[in-house]
């Protein structure tokens, strides 16, 4: 009898496991969780008895201060970090290194692989970032929200994906390839409009040295050196020097993500050959001379050099990104998403973001809001429109320009980088204002998204139904 709670909970375990990896494997799953902890951000940023913990969380110090008693030794390492930036300078660089990955994966092998493949996406894209850049422009020039420009230009490709995910065969196969093409070109945009226009005040020796550094790695992996414990230490090398050049350190993960090899240890022909000897030692190794169930010791030998040879033919930048992938997506995201999303909405005006714009603030709420809901699908469909009117590229096919519209509408979805650069956007003498245009931004960011979710699901779902004869 006592067996049975045993095999009760061992059966519970396992059925929990079965449906996690169900969930999991959901391309809409992500953008499920990131929700989720949106909606506890907020929670504990506005509770009574959660926003003050929360807050002292979020400004936790992790600086190791070394001191000696006479004053000659007074070192912070590294300067100025706190949970917070933790979270925004460390763990995003694991984020943006995965996103580097898969862009390069992309350009060398995927929807970008060939200037026929990406040439529409490509434009596109710079008609989603330029339209709600002037956009918010012309709310806020001359005030001291305009430097939040940037925040209305990111796509977030896990949200947008996931939606499309879910509405399956309303959409065309070919939207979905160009809307997915569409996201990594607008990330790698994003990633450029960071590190050009948010980073801090340069210090250029030190910027200098990562350059020699980068080079230094650059020309191992011309060498052929395709062991990524080879680039993990001047990975981190690189991201100090970045943190105190001014660069911002999550640049880190972009620019090793480029260096990182795409070819494996093992070609075709020599994973055959020595998997072939392998095999045959493999077999060999039954007639050995023991009493051990299998594997045997001679054959767990040549088991491990097997596990080794599959190993060692899949190239670095695939396994990485295999391991990565779900970190990012079900960790790091999601802890971004905590530390970042949660507004405390103190000021009734933080929800009302269509009122008259400051002549001195100015309005980040609805220069983000109107980018995001108005200016992505605009731009998107104004550059596809020339692009194609020009010959420049091709329409996809099966598709509509309603239909484009409507998936355009998708792009708005902002969420994480245009959270992460209104993060990034505003400084100043006045700490109340800079918080104030933060939290406007991110509470813009929210609605706008979601706003941009609903109606590019609305437009989609109608069109689709246009499109359907009639009996």
């Known amino acids: 009898m006592a067996l049975i709670p045993i095999y009760w909970w061992n059966k519970e375990v396992r059925n929990f496991r079965v449906s996690q990896d169900k969930f999991t494997k959901q391309p809409w799953a992500n953008g499920v969780i990131l929700l ?38 007074d070192w ?49 894209a710079f008609g989603g970032v330029l339209v709600p850049a002037l956009i918010y422009t012309l709310v806020n020039h001359g005030t001291q929200a305009a430097s939040g420009w940037g925040i209305p230009t990111a796509t977030d490709i896990a949200f947008a994906i996931g939606i499309l995910s879910i509405l399956g065969d309303k959409v065309p196969v070919s939207l979905k390839v160009f809307l997915t093409a569409l996201a990594i070109a607008d990330d790698l945009i994003a990633i450029l409009v960071v590190a050009i226009f948010y980073g801090g005040k340069i210090n250029f020796t030190l910027l200098g040295i990562a350059v020699i550094v980068i080079v230094f790695v650059f020309l191992l992996k011309r060498l052929g050196e395709k062991r990524i414990s080879y680039y993990f230490v001047p990975a981190v090398l690189v991201w100090f020097l970045f943190y105190y050049s001014g660069v911002h350190a999550t640049m880190t993960g972009v620019v090793m993500a480029m260096l990182i090899p795409m070819e494996a240890r093992y070609n ?41 040879l599959t190993k060692k033919t899949i190239p670095p930048s695939y396994r990485l990104e295999h391991k990565l992938n779900p970190i990012v997506n079900y960790a790091i995201m999601p802890v971004f998403a905590l530390a970042n999303a949660g507004v405390e909405i103190s000021d009734v005006s933080l929800l009302n973001i269509f009122k008259a714009v400051d002549p001195v603030i100015g309005s980040v709420g609805l220069g983000v809001f109107l980018g995001l809901v108005l200016g992505k699908p605009i731009g998107i469909t104004l550059a596809s429109w020339l692009a194609i009117r020009f010959k420049v590229g091709a329409m996809p096919s099966k598709a509509s320009w309603p239909m484009i519209f409507a998936v355009a509408c998708l792009g708005g979805i902002g969420f994480t980088m245009s959270i992460f650069v209104d993060t990034l956007s505003f400084g100043g003498a006045d700490p109340a204002v800079t918080q104030h245009l933060r939290d406007a931004g991110k509470m813009a960011v929210l609605l706008g998204s979601v706003a941009s979710g609903l ?17």
């Open 455 to 471: 109606l590019g699901s609305l437009l989609i779902t109608v069109v689709s139904k246009l499109k359907k004869p009639t009996i």
């Open 36 to 73: 989720a902890c949106v909606v506890l951000a907020m929670l504990l940023a506005n509770l009574p008895f959660t926003k003050q913990i929360y807050q002292d969380f979020l400004h936790t110090e992790l600086t190791i201060h070394v001191a000696s008693p006479d004053s000659v030794i």
């Open 76 to 124: 912070y390492f590294p300067h100025g970090m706190t949970m917070e930036r933790f979270i925004n300078d460390i763990l995003m660089v694991i984020f943006f290194f995965t996103v580097g990955l898969e862009i390069k994966r992309e350009v060398v092998c995927g929807e970008l692989s060939s200037p026929k493949k990406a040439i529409l996406p490509v434009i596109a």
């Open 268 to 308: 075709k022909a020599k994973f055959h050959r020595r998997n072939r000897i392998l095999w045959e030692k493999l077999i060999e190794s039954e007639n050995a001379q023991t009493n051990e169930p299998f594997p045997n010791g001679p054959q767990r030998h040549y088991l491990r050099h097997l596990y080794g």
